[in-house]
């Protein structure tokens, strides 16, 4: 079942590391092309804030993050 964007299964387990697999691996995939490397840290906080972490921050409020993606989330934003 999917609600506003999150898939629910069966167990709260399989639903977080669905969820989270899902949502690493499109900020992932954003970053790669995307991140500037612009002087000014204000400006890279800002971009990563409103294009990466606007989803991340959403699931988050739904559903804990795991430790692994939360690993591969920072790699990705740094």
Known sequence: MTILGLN???TNEQTMKDSWARLT????EQAKGAYPRGPFLAIRMRYVNTFFLSKT???????PAPNIYTQQLTTAIK
């Open 8 to 10: 629910f299964w069966g």
């Open 57 to 63: 921050w959403f699931t988050a409020q739904s559903l």
């Open 25 to 28: 691996g499109k900020v992932l």
